[in-house]
């Protein structure tokens, strides 16, 4: 439905990557009152909505009950539009999307045919894609004529053209779309594009802005149109109300739709940058959308978080529930409070109230910000999100000005900022008493293979070196750290490393069934009294163990150990655990290898991610309990079980990271890279996050390295500057328009130097009852990684061919409900995608074609539950990067310049024989090299003189002293300076066996095993889309 009131709607004010929303939000897919379906079903019924106008979706807050979603796509057997429901329903019969398979051409073939698919790729053909609502020069407005309003002028389109907007030619045959009454044919189009051209006319390129079109083109004033809501418009041949359509005899053969006439996030990314990047956000206003994670930006705190903190899915909640479930937006947030904070930008201040500590609300225990209103003379303030109204304690009385506001308003970080921090008082300690600064331990196995190949040698020499660069308080010498030494192979071996003694001491303890520590005093000390002793340790452990024959190895134990530790050293702490193989020695925790490839693609497959044995839960549980978090880095050369070995470091908040088949002169600096970087991170201890949220809607799930004992303390051993945590909202009331939504997240933790502290993030958004404004606000990087973390967190117990249709169905129906009550009537043909959503399809494509929700035969087990566990707790940059992979044309480089080259869109047709491309996702780096590169490129970089004669072993670059190595080594430690893992280059030869690999990450191509392409995806999609809206 159009909206009224709007004259000419301006394109956004900002072009926000897709956002998407949640389903309607039932329990987790199923409401409450739809109880009698099947779990994860919806009840079929009539088509959408008995009395919806021309077959749409319903408009107004009528929830989709179960007359609602007649017999279409996936909801033809009663899938709603569920999220991961609980088990699969029995006896369900297929679903209408064929699991991705490597023999299937397209990998969602719905039961209508392939015809139906390339049909719609004919008709996806002439596809405009408009994604402000304003036409190229010399041509009407994409799409139907929108209605005028009544009573009001036409208002001129202004003929600029705008980014993304491109019109291409028509296609040889235009079919009529999807519902649309075939009409007789005429020779021209309503919107001035010619009839069908002869079979074998060439594609015109699209015109470039300021470009007249080519020939074929009958110019029409663009005034002659009215207004029409800004959108992303992709409208095919055929289909406008009232319009003459094209049936050129029987279908000819189809011309595949032209990459470049579909949305890009390359382009999306780079108008972004444009537009917003290198400026100061001041995060002043209520509900504004920040710049993308891509675009490089100063912010500035004047009142709401950082969006470096918290970022959301929408940044306009809709007003009520029905709403919510109409669009099936999530609404969620993602947060990350230890965010690094780039130099140029303030640090968190500290707030101190000495022993009355935070000033709090009595009722909801919000902590004191900017959302608190001050009355009454300022003896008085009302809760902003409970609305309760506190007495001001007489410590934190001031008077108010002429506006109402506290005259040291300007003074209070807590009253002026989103973002700060408290000292904690006694009350917030365990037993009420202040914590001890924590402890590190590493842990090493020095199993036979581990001594063999070198890596025992190699931690403990870099141990010497990363120990003098221990994190401490920024005002303090030396880090209050204290660290410990255990080796370990069947048994384990603690070390005396105190200050006076000569030589360290070993103690083994060979029951590690019951472990304990066998000495307290000793073992955890402080680094720089004990140097001498440890530095004479870490040179004597490869020796001590050089004879070992002992291959078997325990995990728990090792886990078990280092928590007794710290309790008994009464400090929370970090495990640093260093380990290679299956623990297969008797002791609890022991596995077995059940790696099997006979599970992939049926129902049982979910339990290779699953872990084997409940030790590991109970054991992460305790962990968390006494502040002790697990850290692990794996070496593994065959199957570990990383389901089972990654669950602790999971739930503590530590980090897995994983080096397959460790070679020391391949791998050895990436290993030490993550090291440093681990040791040196910005890390808070025992940390309980709380979130809390004004009336009306209230934090249902929580996704990431977390553990929660209750729906609502989010537990977590420690929290680093790269974790985040993602949060689903779901109403419990309504929200109202005035008030807007509010968001607090608090944090209570350890310092590296032992104090307790609160960090607390304040958010505002904007409320609306209008699905427009939700659309508007929506942001494309925040949905994925909401989208990525529920379907892995669903892998766990549900199907995997169940969670891909879930995501495609759910991306279909936010797009339908846009399309339906946001758009300017128009063909069912279009596909018209809001602007802040168009590349929404192109991620959404990248995450199901992931290898966690597919298979592909040369991926292991062990990978794929270690991107699984990654995902949960990445940030929206890391998220975004992952899924859709920076590809840089190196051959263009500018050796003057210090700015990266333009990306190009992940796909092989933007490759070059002449070019050289670095590829990188956040885990992986490729350097692809054309058969015909520049020779003198290859000597620049490589310092050889052809193409032949590059090693493509080498894992870093060597240093020539000239330009081109100079900057390309530049641009490699740029993109890898933001990232929390040290990522591997891998050279990659035109046409030689390993661009297999590299070629996975092309995302916008066809899989090799399965998985669509983005071109085929969008087809798919837009097929849902008319089938929800018939």
Same mark, same amino acid.
């Given at each position: 439905?159009?909206?009224?009131?709007?004259?000419?709607?301006?394109?956004?004010?900002?072009?926000?990557?897709?956002?998407?929303?949640?389903?309607?939000?039932?329990?987790?897919?199923?409401?409450?009152?739809?109880?009698?379906?099947?779990?994860?079903?919806?009840?079929?019924?009539?088509?959408?909505?008995?009395?919806a106008?021309?077959?749409?979706?319903?408009?107004?807050?009528?929830?989709?009950?179960?007359?609602?979603?007649?017999?279409?796509?996936?909801?033809?057997?009663?899938?709603?539009?569920?999220?991961?429901?609980?088990?699969?329903?029995?006896?369900?019969?297929?679903?209408?999307?064929?699991?991705?398979?490597?023999?299937?051409?397209?990998?969602?073939?719905?039961p209508?045919?392939?015809?139906?698919?390339?049909?719609?790729?004919?008709?996806?053909?002439?596809?405009?894609?408009?994604? *402000?609502? @304003?036409a =190229?020069?010399? !041509?009407? +407005? $994409?799409? %139907? &004529?929108a209605? #005028?309003?009544?009573?009001l002028?036409? /208002?001129?389109?202004? *003929?600029? @053209?705008? =980014?993304?907007? !491109?019109? +291409? $030619?028509? %296609? &040889?045959?235009? #079919?009529?779309?999807?519902?649309?009454? /075939?009409?007789?044919? *005429?020779?021209?189009?309503?919107?001035?594009?010619?009839? $069908?051209? %002869?079979?074998?006319?060439?594609?015109?390129?699209?015109?470039? /802005?300021?470009?007249?079109?080519?020939?074929?083109?009958?110019?029409?004033?663009?005034?002659?149109?009215?207004?029409?809501?800004?959108?992303?418009?992709?409208?095919?041949?055929?289909?406008?109300?009232?319009?003459?359509?094209?049936?050129?005899?029987?279908?000819?053969?189809?011309?595949?739709?032209?990459?470049?006439?579909?949305p890009?996030?390359?382009?999306v990314?780079?108008?972004?940058?444009?537009?917003?990047?290198?400026?100061v956000?001041?995060?002043?206003?209520?509900?504004?959308?920040?710049?993308?994670?891509?675009?490089?930006?100063?912010?500035?705190?004047?009142?709401?978080?950082?969006?470096?903190?918290?970022?959301?899915?929408t940044?306009?909640?809709?007003?009520?529930?029905d709403?919510?479930?109409?669009?099936?937006?999530?609404?969620?947030?993602?947060?990350?409070?230890?965010?690094?904070i780039?130099?140029?930008?303030?640090?968190?201040?500290?707030?101190?109230?000495?022993e009355?500590?935070?000033?709090?609300?009595?009722?909801?225990?919000?902590?004191?910000?900017?959302?608190?209103?001050?009355?009454?003379?300022?003896?008085?303030?009302?809760?902003?999100?409970?609305?309760?109204?506190?007495?001001?304690?007489?410590?934190?009385?001031?008077?108010?000005?002429?506006?109402?506001?506290?005259?040291?308003?300007?003074?209070?970080?807590?009253?002026?900022?989103?973002?700060?921090?408290?000292?904690?008082?006694?009350?917030?300690?365990?037993?009420?008493?202040?914590?001890?600064?924590?402890?590190?331990?590493?842990?090493?196995?020095?199993?036979?293979?581990?001594?063999?190949?070198?890596?025992?040698?190699?931690?403990?020499?870099?141990?010497?070196?990363?120990?003098?660069?221990?994190?401490?308080?920024?005002?303090?010498?030396?880090?209050?750290?204290?660290?410990?030494?255990?080796?370990?192979?069947?048994?384990?071996?603690?070390?005396?490393?105190k200050?006076n003694?000569?030589?360290?001491?070993?103690?083994?303890?060979?029951?590690?069934?019951?472990?304990?520590?066998?000495?307290?005093?000793?073992?955890?000390?402080?680094?720089?009294?004990?140097?001498?002793?440890?530095?004479?340790?870490?040179?004597?452990?490869?020796?001590?163990?050089?004879?070992?024959n002992?291959?078997?190895?325990?995990?728990?134990?090792?886990i078990?150990?280092?928590?007794?530790?710290?309790?008994?050293?009464d400090?929370?702490?970090?495990?640093?655990?260093?380990?290679?193989?299956?623990?297969?020695?008797?002791?609890?925790?022991?596995?077995?290898?059940?790696?099997?490839?006979?599970?992939?693609?049926?129902?049982?497959?979910?339990?290779?991610?699953?872990?084997?044995?409940?030790?590991?839960?109970?054991?992460?549980?305790?962990?968390?309990?006494?502040?002790?978090?697990?850290?692990?880095?794996?070496?593994?050369?065959?199957?570990?079980?990383?389901?089972?070995?990654?669950?602790?470091?999971?739930?503590?908040?530590?980090t897995?990271?994983?080096?397959?088949?460790?070679?020391?002169?391949?791998?050895?600096?990436?290993?030490?890279?993550?090291?440093?970087?681990?040791?040196?991170?910005?890390?808070?201890?025992?940390?309980?996050?709380?979130?809390?949220?004004?009336?009306?809607?209230?934090?249902?799930?929580?996704?990431?390295?977390?553990?929660?004992n209750?729906?609502?303390?989010?537990?977590?051993?420690?929290?680093d500057?790269?974790?985040?945590?993602?949060?689903?909202f779901?109403?419990?009331?309504?929200?109202?328009?005035?008030?807007?939504?509010?968001?607090?997240?608090a944090?209570?933790?350890?310092?590296?130097?032992?104090?307790?502290?609160l960090?607390i993030?304040?958010?505002?958004?904007?409320?609306?009852?209008?699905?427009?404004?939700?659309?508007?606000?929506?942001?494309?990087?925040?949905?994925?990684?909401?989208?990525?973390?529920?379907a892995?967190?669903?892998?766990?117990?549900?199907?995997?061919?169940v969670?891909?249709?879930?995501?495609?169905?759910?991306?279909?129906?936010?797009?339908?409900?846009?399309?339906?009550?946001?758009?300017?009537?128009?063909?069912?043909?279009?596909?018209?995608?809001?602007?802040?959503?168009?590349?929404?399809?192109?991620?959404?494509?990248?995450?199901?074609?992931?290898?966690?929700?597919l298979?592909?035969p040369?991926?292991?087990?062990?990978?794929?539950?270690?991107?699984?566990?990654?995902?949960?707790?990445?940030?929206?940059?890391?998220s975004?990067?992952?899924?859709?992979?920076?590809?840089l044309p190196?051959?263009?480089?500018?050796?003057?310049?210090?700015?990266?080259?333009?990306?190009?869109?992940?796909?092989?047709?933007?490759?070059?024989?002449?070019?050289?491309?670095?590829?990188?996702?956040?885990?992986?780096?490729?350097?692809?090299?054309?058969?015909?590169?520049?020779?003198?490129?290859?000597?620049?970089?490589?310092?050889?003189?052809?193409?032949?004669?590059?090693?493509?072993?080498?894992?870093t670059?060597?240093?020539?002293?000239?330009?081109?190595?100079?900057?390309?080594?530049?641009?490699?430690?740029?993109?890898?300076?933001?990232?929390?893992?040290?990522?591997?280059?891998?050279?990659?030869?035109?046409?030689?066996q390993?661009?297999?690999?590299?070629?996975?990450?092309?995302?916008?191509?066809?899989?090799?095993?399965?998985?669509?392409?983005?071109?085929?995806?969008?087809?798919?999609?837009?097929?849902?889309?008319?089938?929800?809206?018939?």
């Open positions: 439905m159009s909206q009224q009131g709007y004259v000419a709607t301006p394109p956004y004010s900002q072009s926000q990557p897709g956002i998407g929303l949640s389903p309607p939000h039932y329990g987790h897919y199923g409401d409450p009152s739809h109880a009698g379906s099947p779990p994860g079903m919806m009840k079929p019924a009539g088509p959408l909505g008995a009395a106008p021309g077959g749409m979706l319903p408009q107004g807050p009528s929830p989709p009950g179960p007359h609602q979603f007649g017999q279409n796509g996936a909801h033809a057997q009663g899938h709603p539009p569920q999220r991961f429901p609980g088990p699969p329903p029995v006896n369900s019969a297929t679903p209408s999307y064929a699991p991705y398979s490597p023999s299937t051409q397209s990998s969602y073939p719905s209508a045919s392939t015809a139906s698919v390339t049909q719609l790729a004919s008709q996806l053909n002439a596809m405009h894609i408009n994604s *402000s609502g @304003m =190229p020069p010399g !041509q009407g +407005l $994409p799409g %139907p &004529p209605p #005028l309003f009544q009573g002028p036409r /208002p001129p389109q202004p *003929s600029i @053209m705008q =980014p993304g907007s !491109q019109v +291409l $030619p028509p %296609p &040889p045959t235009a #079919l009529n779309g999807p519902g649309s009454s /075939p009409l007789p044919p *005429s020779t021209h189009r309503q919107d001035g594009l010619p009839g $069908p051209a %002869p079979l074998n006319a060439q594609y015109q390129p699209p015109p470039l /802005p300021g470009q007249t079109l080519g020939t074929g083109y009958s110019p029409q004033q663009a005034a002659s149109y009215g207004p029409q809501m800004a959108g992303g418009q992709l409208s095919y041949p055929g289909g406008f109300p009232g319009g003459p359509a094209q049936m050129a005899g029987p279908p000819q053969l189809q011309k595949k739709l032209d990459p470049d006439s579909i890009s996030p390359i382009q990314i780079e108008n972004d940058r444009a537009t917003r990047g290198g400026q956000y001041a995060t002043n206003s209520r509900g504004q959308v920040p710049p993308l994670v891509t675009t490089d930006c100063v912010i500035q705190d004047q009142g709401n978080a950082s969006p470096r903190y918290i970022r959301c899915t940044y306009c909640f809709p007003c009520t529930s709403m919510a479930k109409q669009a099936q937006i999530p609404l969620a947030a993602v947060i990350k409070p230890f965010a690094t780039p130099s140029n930008e303030t640090p968190l201040y500290l707030v101190n109230h000495g009355n500590g935070p000033v709090r609300c009595n009722r909801c225990k919000a902590y004191m910000c900017p959302f608190m209103q001050f009355i009454e003379g300022g003896r008085r303030y009302q809760c902003g999100f409970c609305n309760c109204v506190n007495d001001v304690p007489p410590f934190y009385f001031q008077h108010l000005d002429h506006i109402g506001r506290r005259l040291d308003h300007y003074e209070k970080p807590e009253l002026s900022l989103g973002s700060y921090e408290y000292v904690a008082t006694l009350d917030y300690c365990r037993k009420n008493k202040p914590p001890n600064p924590p402890a590190f331990i590493f842990m090493i196995d020095v199993s036979y293979s581990n001594i063999k190949n070198g890596l025992v040698k190699l931690i403990c020499e870099e141990l010497k070196t990363v120990l003098e660069k221990l994190p401490k308080e920024e005002q303090e010498e030396t880090s209050a750290i204290r660290v410990g030494f255990i080796t370990y192979n069947k048994v384990l071996h603690f070390f005396n490393v200050s003694l000569a030589q360290p001491q070993m103690m083994v303890v060979t029951d590690v069934g019951e472990v304990f520590v066998p000495l307290l005093d000793g073992f955890l000390v402080n680094y720089q009294e004990s140097q001498s002793v440890i530095h004479n340790l870490l040179d004597q452990i490869p020796e001590m163990f050089a004879d070992s002992e291959n078997e190895t325990v995990f728990a134990p090792v078990q150990a280092g928590m007794e530790a710290l309790k008994a050293a400090c929370p702490g970090k495990l640093f655990i260093f380990h290679s193989s299956l623990p297969t020695a008797e002791a609890p925790g022991k596995l077995k290898n059940r790696d099997d490839k006979k599970l992939i693609n049926t129902d049982k497959e979910k339990i290779l991610f699953q872990p084997q044995t409940n030790v590991y839960d109970s054991l992460a549980k305790d962990c968390v309990a006494h502040g002790c978090c697990v850290t692990l880095f794996l070496f593994p050369s065959q199957y570990v079980d990383v389901a089972s070995l990654g669950l602790v470091p999971q739930l503590t908040g530590g897995l990271y994983k080096y397959n088949n460790f070679q020391m002169h391949m791998d050895s600096q990436q290993f030490l890279n993550d090291l440093r970087n681990d040791i040196e991170k910005k890390i808070g201890f025992d940390a309980i996050m709380r979130i809390r949220t004004s009336t009306g809607f209230r934090a249902t799930d929580f996704f990431g390295g977390i553990f929660m209750n729906t609502t303390d989010v537990e977590m051993a420690a929290i500057c790269d974790k985040a945590v993602t949060v689903e779901k109403h419990d009331d309504k929200l109202a328009e005035d008030s807007g939504a509010l968001i607090q997240c944090v209570l933790y350890t310092t590296i130097g032992g104090q307790r502290r960090r993030h304040n958010l505002s958004l904007n409320c609306s009852s209008q699905l427009a404004d939700l659309y508007k606000s929506c942001e494309t990087d925040a949905l994925i990684n909401f989208f990525a973390k529920s892995f967190k669903a892998v766990l117990h549900q199907p995997l061919k969670i891909r249709e879930i995501l495609v169905n759910q991306t279909a129906h936010m797009l339908a409900c846009y399309r339906k009550n946001c758009a300017s009537p128009s063909a069912a043909s279009q596909l018209i995608l809001p602007d802040s959503m168009k590349i929404l399809p192109v991620y959404m494509n990248c995450l199901l074609k992931n290898c966690v929700l298979s592909r040369e991926i292991s087990t062990d990978e794929r539950a270690y991107q699984r566990q990654l995902v949960m707790t990445m940030g929206v940059a890391d975004q990067l992952f899924f859709y992979p920076q590809l190196i051959h263009t480089l500018d050796v003057k310049s210090t700015a990266l080259p333009t990306a190009i869109r992940c796909s092989e047709s933007r490759l070059s024989e002449e070019g050289i491309f670095l590829l990188a996702n956040g885990l992986n780096m490729f350097l692809w090299l054309g058969v015909s590169s520049p020779p003198e490129l290859i000597q620049g970089i490589f310092n050889v003189p052809s193409f032949a004669h590059i090693n493509t072993d080498m894992t670059l060597p240093e020539v002293g000239n330009p081109y190595s100079q900057t390309l080594r530049m641009i490699m430690s740029i993109i890898q300076q933001k990232r929390p893992y040290s990522m591997k280059l891998t050279i990659v030869k035109q046409r030689e390993p661009e297999m690999v590299f070629r996975q990450f092309l995302v916008e191509d066809k899989g090799l095993y399965g998985g669509s392409s983005y071109v085929d995806f969008l087809c798919c999609v837009h097929k849902e889309i008319c089938q929800l809206l018939n």
